[in-house]
């Protein structure tokens, strides 16, 4: 409830200020709510436009667990396509790393703009705050406290918050509040990207299909028994007005092909290029300040790391803040060590994937290019014949432990 305590700002406080209302800020607005902790949720772009956008498809086990013990599951459980395994390909030979098998583990196929809905749902039962459409958003301090200042439909309002978490992804504005050699990120741009496309068509596989191909990476993801995602390399200067939906669909034919197997066609309903990078900052907290999910780390989307690094911020965070409001504040001290330790490992298999998955651009000069399709070849050929390394794939790929 808001009070207006000056003649011009309706002042505020709660416990947690929350700035982004993606998958990290609502994900922790539940943990939160579950311990009876007040917070604020502050977005600036419209509750449709959060719903709207396509990206992230696969939740790692670890994840699925996360949501279930909150109660979030029911949509996942319904609808989430659970798999136990991948297909790697190169040179029209498939082969089948069998996660249940290996370890024991599976994924679940659920596709982010639900995970976002079923999240905002059940704020919406829990009657949360979260703000929508909030312009000129601007964290800051007040008397050492945190404050998130924004204006709502042409007034002005502070929120005075115990502590303020980012979860404003990679352009965010949080990141503000941490001093530029303290958060000194470490980056590495790739030479590729990613031309994505839905389709309404049922996936022509039971599991996902990562291919290298001498053209470049292709992928086949899915959505629902009726909605297939799919994936093709492209360069990153590529434009999308360049790709007619006939020439996505050759690229696939050809990236994807192999003896006895057809890829079915359907009408493409979305299509979108997006950059890959990675990026870690050095510190995931200053002060009363921490930062979740893409806010802290981003990862080519290669070994679907995005989303579930993102919850296993969140679900360390959670944690550490109810441990501080029941008078512990040790975890809350060692929340970006853990965070960090774990998304390095988890930023080594996302550059592992892509690595091993793409293939150089035309800058590389020919035999360079030659050398390392080949090696490629070699190390998918290697992981098609080994045991240990199809267990290390699968082990990282189903998801590290949170602690
Ligand atoms: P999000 O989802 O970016 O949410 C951040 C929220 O903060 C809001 N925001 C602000 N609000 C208030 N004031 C400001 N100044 C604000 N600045 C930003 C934003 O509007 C947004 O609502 O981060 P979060 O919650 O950490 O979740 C992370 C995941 O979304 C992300 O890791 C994945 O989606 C990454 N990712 C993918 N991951 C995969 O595993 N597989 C994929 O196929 C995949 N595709 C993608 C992706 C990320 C993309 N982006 C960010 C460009 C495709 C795209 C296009
Ligand atoms: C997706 O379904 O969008 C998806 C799946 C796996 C990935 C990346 C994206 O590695």
């Known amino acids: 409830m808001s009070t207006k305590e000056t003649a011009d700002v309706h002042q ?71 798999h136990g395994g991948i297909l790697l390909q190169h040179e029209s030979e498939r082969f089948h790393v069998d996660f249940e098998e290996l370890v024991g583990r599976t994924v679940t196929v659920y596709g982010q703009q639900r995970v976002q809905a079923d999240l905002m749902a059940a704020h919406d039962t829990l009657g949360s705050e979260i703000v929508y459409g909030a312009a000129e958003v601007s ?58 496309v839905l389709a309404d068509v049922p996936p022509s596989t039971d599991e996902l299909i990562y291919a290298l191909h001498r053209d470049g990476f292709a992928m086949h993801s899915m959505r629902s028994p009726s909605v297939s995602r799919l994936y093709v390399q492209v360069a990153p200067d590529e434009r999308i007005e360049d790709w007619s939906d006939d020439r996505i669909w050759d690229a696939l034919d050809t990236r994807l092909a192999v003896p006895g197997w057809r890829l079915q066609h359907g009408p493409i309903t979305e299509k979108s290029i997006t950059r890959m990078r990675s990026s870690v900052v050095s510190t995931m907290a200053h002060g009363r300040v921490f930062l979740v999910g893409d806010a802290g780390h981003i990862v080519p989307p290669t070994g679907a790391k995005g989303l579930n690094s993102a919850i296993a911020d969140v679900a360390m965070l959670g944690e550490a803040l109810a441990a501080e409001s029941a008078g512990d504040d040790g975890p809350l001290a060692t929340y970006s060590d853990r965070a960090l330790e774990r998304q390095w490992k988890v930023q080594q298999f996302s550059e592992y994937m892509t690595d091993l998955l793409h293939v150089p651009g035309s800058a590389v000069p020919a035999e360079e290019r030659e050398f390392r399709y080949r090696s490629r070849l070699g190390r998918l050929r290697y992981i098609g014949g080994s045991r240990f390394a199809q267990q290390s794939v699968a082990e990282q790929y189903t998801g590290l432990a949170i602690r």
Not at 41 to 47: D, G, I, P, Q
Not at 153 to 173: K, R
């Open 12 to 82: 505020q406080r709660t416990r947690v200020a929350i700035i982004g209302a993606g998958p990290a800020g609502l994900l922790l607005g539940h943990v939160l709510a579950a311990r009876g902790i007040p917070f604020v949720v502050v977005e600036h772009r419209s509750r449709e436009h959060v719903l709207g956008r396509v990206r992230a498809g696969v939740l790692e086990q670890s994840s699925v667990d996360v949501l279930a013990q909150l109660g979030l599951a029911d949509g996942l459980r319904a609808d989430g396509l659970v």
């Open 139 to 196: 964290p800051g301090h007040l008397d050492g406290r945190p404050v998130v200042r924004f204006t709502l439909d042409g007034e002005q309002h502070a929120v005075e918050a115990d502590f303020l978490v980012g979860a404003d992804g990679f352009h965010g504005v949080t990141k503000s509040l941490i001093p530029a050699d303290l958060l000194a990120p470490s980056e590495r741009e790739y030479d590729a990207a990613w031309l994505g």
